[in-house]
């Protein structure tokens, strides 16, 4: 296979699967996607904004032998697939555990782990305030989580961390080869200036709370929209 095309395909194969049975009769996902586009749209918008400067600023950049070559405000056309193939994905993922796992496994802890999380993201993003990546990352999540705490008084909160485990391994395998794992070079650098330097395998620790961020976001306004009065 060419290596320019690895980054696409890592995208056609996140939704691949998640899009072939969104038409299952029995929790028909499809019927959800009214809901889904803004979910996926709005938080997306922010990331590829975030991208954008971040990339601008040497933050983290991209590497041109695993990219077709075509960009869209600076950011390879594979950067903006992914805000769009990793979401779906994993509402899919969530919405499907909603159905198969009528017990909400986590809810009695949702707010001991909420509480853990804004603790930790509030103090390393304190304590490492001159590492942009970091500091963003874990101030962006620690007021989104405050948010949902203060404001919306989730009650979902348990059934996303449950999901998210799970969601965990394609992350690894996925944010693993764009890191560099398996493959000769990385699809997407970093300057460890700008994060703690701490990696899991290839992946920088903060990408696994970036990625939280995102698609607590993405349910977050799934699960608004849909439970919205009508």
């Given amino acids: 296979m060419d290596s320019h095309y690895l980054y696409l395909l890592l995208n056609s194969l996140a939704i ?7 038409f299952y009769p029995r929790a028909n996902f499809s019927k959800k996607w009214q809901y889904l586009m803004p979910a996926i749209a709005v938080p997306g918008t922010i990331f590829i ?19 077709t070559g075509v960009d869209i405000a600076n950011l ?17 993922t969530y919405f499907s555990f909603k159905y198969l796992f009528k017990h ?16 930790m993201s509030f103090l390393i993003a304190v304590i490492n305030v001159d590492r942009a990546y970091t500091s963003a990352t874990f ?29 965990l391994i394609p992350f690894f395998l996925i944010n693993g080869i764009l890191t560099g794992s398996f493959i000769e070079d990385q699809v997407v650098w970093y300057n460890n ?5 701490i990696r899991m395998g290839t992946i920088p ?13 993405n349910v977050t306004l799934f699960e608004e929209l849909e439970n919205k009065p009508r």
Avoid: Q
């Fill in 193 to 197: 200036s700008e994060n703690l330097g």
């Fill in 139 to 167: 101030f962006a999540l620690c007021a989104f989580l405050l948010v949902h705490v203060f404001i919306l008084k989730s009650a979902y909160l348990g059934r996303f961390y449950f999901s998210f485990i799970f969601i």
């Fill in 16 to 22: 691949a699967v998640p899009l072939a049975f969104s």
């Fill in 104 to 119: 909400d496994y986590l809810g009695k802890y949702a707010s001991s782990i909420t509480w853990a999380l804004i603790v």
């Fill in 76 to 92: 390879p056309v594979e950067e903006w697939l992914f805000f769009i193939c990793i979401p779906y994905a994993c509402v899919f």
């Fill in 205 to 217: 620790v903060e990408d696994t709370f970036y990625g939280m961020l995102l698609l607590l976001m």
């Fill in 49 to 67: 904004l975030w991208d954008v400067y971040f990339t601008k600023w040497g933050i983290w950049g991209f590497n041109e032998t695993y990219l």
